[in-house]
């Protein structure tokens, strides 16, 4: 015979009416402890005691309010002002004058002219090449450049030169133009 095992279900056992589980009883009503019914008549009574203490303080709205003392009559202004002094400062200061050495400008020198400087943007092995960067950075910034050939040791070299500049401030305000226009990332800037 063929059993499924796996689906059926045990027997339920019936159970012996001597082993049946005991009733539990209910349980007694629950009783307030002494000691908290002590605690919260203790609170009220405090609160209570606080509330007569805050009524026998309060000022009474039928008595008259304490007069305030008398106040003196003000002190005219010339008695206020404090007393003379010996010296008047504004007539001493006013005619005091006060020498200052201070160190005579020197001459500006014709010969030494101001320091000027150049920024460099580029530099290309082909003329095609800073030609191009010539142009982009004088369509796209409005700046114009030049394109300088160097020969050295390693070759010729076409670098792109703007400036000359009064000042490294002027040559830095340009190089955040093209920084701006995204024609460069980095310019060298240099004493010309």
Do not use: H
Request: net charge positive; proline share 11%.
């Amino acid at each position: 015979m063929n059993r499924d095992y796996v689906r059926s279900r045990p027997a339920k056992r019936k159970r012996s009416p001597s082993r049946a589980a005991p009733r539990r009883a209910a349980p007694p009503p629950r009783r307030i402890p002494w000691l908290l019914g002590i605690l919260v008549t203790a609170l009220l009574l405090g609160f209570g005691f606080f509330l007569y203490s805050i009524k026998n303080n309060a000022p009474d709205p039928e008595a008259p309010a304490p007069q305030a003392k008398s106040q003196p009559k003000p002190k005219p202004i010339e008695e206020q002002r404090p007393a003379k002094e010996k010296f008047d400062y504004m007539t001493l200061l006013e005619n005091k004058e006060v020498k200052v050495d201070l160190p005579e400008p020197k001459p500006e020198d014709p010969a030494k002219p101001e320091p000027q400087y150049q920024m460099q943007c580029g530099s290309f092995r082909s003329a095609d090449q800073a030609n191009e960067m010539k142009v982009k950075i004088a369509l796209t910034a409005g700046i114009s450049a030049q394109v300088k050939r160097t020969d050295g040791a390693n070759g010729t070299w076409y670098r792109v030169v703007l400036g000359p500049y009064k000042g490294r401030r002027a040559a830095q305000t340009d190089m955040n133009t093209l920084r701006n226009a995204k024609v460069v990332q980095e310019c060298g800037i240099w004493l010309w």
